[in-house]
Every structure is written in structure tokens, then in C-alpha cells.
């Protein structure tokens, strides 16, 4: 059964930084293309980073780039994501999904959507 949980939300001010965790079981972690999305009050799903299976490149969402860092340990079967400079725009559950299929390429990976993802962990950036 495959299970992503996701950790390391909370409430934090403008500026601040937190990194989120997701632990991914269930299936051969590193052969899946992984992405970060997320998901503010009253809007759709948004990614906001996606990294190729056995960590080959990340690339980053418009709302991301420059603030944000993800990565991946395939080792312990676990996905990171640094968020600095938060802004109170940046307030969402964020999630992490798996590709559908093993070795998707990131643009294939975006385009199949985010069916398979985790409960999620809210992140709420407020003064």
C-alpha cells in the first residue's frame, strides 16, 4: 500500500523559514518522479516543486523559485522541502505526490495530476 505522510507545518511569521518532510512507503521510492503541491483556501491544486525519479532534476513553480528548496533522500525514502521567506501568500496544506508510473519524466509527471498524495500538512504564515 502506498503511503506518503507528510510533517513539519505550523504557523510561522512573514520571513520566516520551515522545512517540510514527507515519508513515502509502499513503493520503490526512487523510481518515481515526486512533487511538491498546494493548495490555499478556496483555490486549486498548485505545484510547487517537482523532482525527477532517482533524484536526477528539480524544478521549481513560478511561486517558488528563489525561496524554496526540495529534495530528495532515496536512502531513506523521503522527500524534503525548505520554505524561506515566507510570505502570508504562501499559506496552504502542501502536499507530496507520487507519479501514476515509474520513471515519468517531469513534465509528464505534472501533467497526470497529483491522484496519489498524502494527507497533507498546513503551513500557515501569518503575524
Known amino acids: 500500500e502506498v503511503q506518503l505522510v507528510e510533517s513539519g507545518g505550523g504557523l510561522v511569521q512573514p520571513g520566516g523559514s520551515l522545512r517540510l518532510s514527507c515519508a513515502a512507503s509502499?513503493?520503490?521510492?526512487?523510481?518515481?518522479?515526486m512533487t511538491w503541491v498546494r493548495q490555499a483556501p478556496g483555490e486549486g491544486l498548485e505545484w510547487v516543486s517537482v523532482l525527477t525519479w532517482g533524484g536526477g532534476t528539480t524544478y521549481y513553480g513560478a511561486s517558488a523559485k528563489g525561496r524554496f528548496t526540495a529534495s530528495r533522500d532515496n536512502a531513506k525514502n523521503t522527500l524534503y522541502l525548505q520554505l524561506n521567506s515566507l510570505k502570508t501568500e504562501d499559506t496552504a496544506m502542501y502536499y507530496c505526490s507520487k507519479s501514476p508510473s515509474p520513471r515519468m519524466t517531469a513534465d509528464r509527471a505534472l501533467g497526470a495530476g497529483y491522484e496519489s498524495r498524502g494527507q497533507g500538512t498546513q503551513v500557515t504564515v501569518s503575524s
Open positions: 509502499g513503493f520503490t521510492f526512487d523510481d518515481y518522479t
